[in-house]
């Protein structure tokens, strides 16, 4: 059998373990959470696999001749399936002590987003691609509806609503490149035939911006980030980790596959639509640092963070050079990396205390100094201090706006990220302050010990420890993500 096969693996397994869960419903946590565990490895494993020996694509479908979906390994590829694949062991290891209502409804789900994500990970052209996108739209939303509390209701569709808004403008992007472009295929460097382009520049460039806004809607980019900060506090924590970390980072895929392998550079550098990224990018990286900087709900604090962070990537995407998009694709696993550990830490203190509002965590660090100090090593990887993995990316992405040359944005980007960071540090910051620092006045005789047990300290530890290994380590995902910047810059 040819090799290339085994790119349906990881794709369908995490659907077939879902339809066993629905079909053989496991009553006993134990076995439940045994069987998800083992899946998850599974998973990890065989996608570690095929980044290891696939080295083609496979037709999965064909509609038409010229209409297919098709499965292809890249380098771009490896690095977010292996993420994806990470990632959702570490959430299924933490949901094993925070449960939920009805648990094998929310493994289910858990497990078919998985796949959807990695049938986005995996398209080797834009139908492939799209069709992944709508599927871990509608596959995900029940996470967020999962605790069907009327905010749960109201985070869940209007992160439906906002999905669907932006796949439909990325149609239009399809579409578009199906009149102007040689093939949908993803191609380095793009596919717009010059020929058919000519006189129609100004179209094609409006709906190059319309496309990549609309996939930006699940990175939370403005002006369609307000699904995030609603969806995420109210969904189960182990699901917002998700959200926030993983599933904001496909719209940071199909945003490259739409800019690098689609369009081209060589038709958006330089141009307005390049400009407006740019812009679009600065102003929610500021934005999203100011709100969570004012917000006191630990979740939604950490959700507003995630507006800007994201868009850190973004704004290294549009500079288009080699570097700032090795910086982005960087800051694409550190943050999910730290993303996922602070959002697992707010639910390891909702989960032993109850304590929604920042305000209420006075001293818990001395009933929880395990969780804590994970995520006060995790803040300080997303402010950027080094030698933590947020160093590096945000190092990489200020060097490569300061080297592109770009009128304004050149300067204006290193400041706006420096602003982010000092908002960054004040946000999180007063959390461990409060925590390990609670005063004279507090009373230190009552304080109990509530750490979790091993099974959300473990992925704890975990992603703290990737934090420190991608700073100190970076070669790794810089060689992979600047082998991929050489092809497509």
Not at 34 to 63: H, K
Not at 143 to 172: M, W
Not at 205 to 222: D, E, N, R
């Amino acid at each position: 059998m040819d090799k290339n096969y085994l790119l349906l693996i990881p794709v369908l397994l995490p659907a077939a373990a879902a339809l066993t869960l629905s079909a053989r419903p496991m009553r006993q946590r134990g076995p439940r959470d045994v069987f998800m565990a083992a899946i998850l490895t599974a998973e990890l494993i065989f996608t570690a696999l095929c980044a290891a020996v696939v080295d083609g694509d496979v037709v999965v479908a064909r509609l038409t001749d010229e209409l297919y979906l098709t499965l292809r390994l890249d380098g771009l590829g490896k690095i977010f399936s292996l993420l994806v694949a990470f990632m959702w062991l570490m959430s299924g290891l933490f949901s094993h002590e925070y449960t939920v209502e009805n648990p094998r409804r929310y493994c289910a789900f858990l497990l078919l987003s998985e796949g959807a994500l990695m049938t986005l990970c995996y398209a080797g052209n834009y139908l492939t691609l799209y069709t992944g996108f709508e599927l871990m739209t509608v596959l995900s939303t029940p996470l967020a509806l999962h605790n069907q509390t009327e905010g749960a209701r109201r985070g869940g569709v209007k992160y439906l609503l906002y999905s669907i808004f932006g796949a439909c403008l990325g149609l239009l992007g399809f579409f578009t490149l199906r009149v102007y472009g040689v093939t949908t295929d993803f191609t380095p460097g793009g596919v717009m035939d010059l020929n058919k382009l000519t006189g129609h520049e100004g179209f094609v460039l409006t709906a190059a911006f319309l496309t990549v806004v609309g996939f930006g809607a699940k990175a939370g980019m403005f002006p369609l980030h307000a699904w995030l900060p609603a969806a995420h506090p109210e969904a189960p924590a182990g699901a917002s980790a998700l959200m926030s970390g993983v599933i904001t980072k496909a719209g940071i895929l199909s945003m490259i596959r739409v800019i690098y392998y689609e369009f081209g550079t060589a038709l958006l550098r330089g141009t307005w639509v390049q400009y407006a990224l740019l812009a679009l990018s600065l102003v929610t990286v500021f934005l999203g640092s100011m709100l969570a900087y004012k917000e006191r709900l630990f979740k939604k604090r950490l959700a507003y963070s995630t507006v800007s962070q994201v868009s850190y990537v973004v704004f290294g995407l549009a500079l288009m050079t080699p570097v700032a998009f090795t910086g982005a694709i960087l800051h694409v696993a550190v943050h999910s990396a730290i993303k996922d550990a602070l959002f697992f830490t707010a639910g390891a203190v909702i989960l032993k205390t109850g304590k929604k509002d920042v305000r209420e965590l006075r001293g818990i660090g001395k009933e929880m100094p395990v969780t804590m100090w994970c995520f006060t090593i995790c803040s300080l990887g997303l402010v950027g201090i080094p030698p933590l993995g947020g160093f590096v990316s945000k190092w990489y992405l200020a060097e490569g706006s300061l080297s592109s040359g770009i009128p304004i944005f050149s300067w204006l980007g290193p400041v706006v990220l420096l602003i982010s960071a000092l908002l960054t540090a004040g946000y999180l910051f007063s959390v461990t302050v409060r925590a390990f620092l609670p005063g004279a006045d507090f009373d230190y005789e009552s304080v109990q010990k509530r750490e979790p047990t091993w099974w959300i300290t473990l992925p704890l530890l975990a992603l703290t420890v990737l934090t420190a290994l991608l700073g100190l380590f970076p070669g790794i995902v810089c060689d992979l993500a600047a082998a991929v910047a050489g092809t497509v810059c």
